[in-house]
């Protein structure tokens, strides 16, 4: 006679699951922040194409796009939002540091 017994899982393995997923979920979607900062560089040719109005105004979009997703309210609209991190920014990947983790953020807000 064979004895099988069933386990169920636990609360706390299904919090650790929930926990693991959104930490997959942040690498995943920064890989992705990444990715598409990169394609917007190679949009403009120069090592300085990240300071022209063109570029910056490709930011806002992204910036304003992230807004509208988290539906919260903001202090700050999305040219203020970039023209501050410009302004703290003094190379472009520090500029490019500084938007993706914005729009991380952003969209951490909409999760809370």
């Known amino acids: 006679m064979v004895c099988t017994v069933r386990l169920k899982p636990s609360r706390t393995w299904y919090l650790l699951y929930g926990?693991?997923?959104?930490?997959?979920?942040?690498?995943?979607?920064?890989?992705?922040?990444?990715?598409?900062?990169?394609?917007l560089t190679k949009v403009m040719a120069t090592d300085d194409s990240w300071k022209t109005q063109h570029f910056?105004?490709?930011?806002?979009?992204?910036?304003?796009?992230?807004i509208q997703v988290s539906g919260m309210p903001t202090t700050k609209n999305s040219?203020?939002?970039?023209?501050?991190v410009?302004?703290?920014a003094k190379t472009k990947e520090?500029?490019?540091?500084?938007?993706?983790r914005l729009i991380l953020h952003l969209r951490e807000m909409s999760n809370v």
């Open 56 to 66: 910056r105004q490709s930011v806002v979009a992204k910036i304003d796009e992230a």
């Open 86 to 88: 410009f302004q703290k």
């Open 79 to 84: 040219m203020e939002m970039e023209n501050h």
């Open 94 to 100: 520090e500029y490019f540091g500084f938007v993706a």
């Open 19 to 39: 926990i693991f997923l959104l930490y997959i979920f942040d690498i995943v979607f920064e890989f992705y922040l990444i990715v598409l900062l990169n394609n």
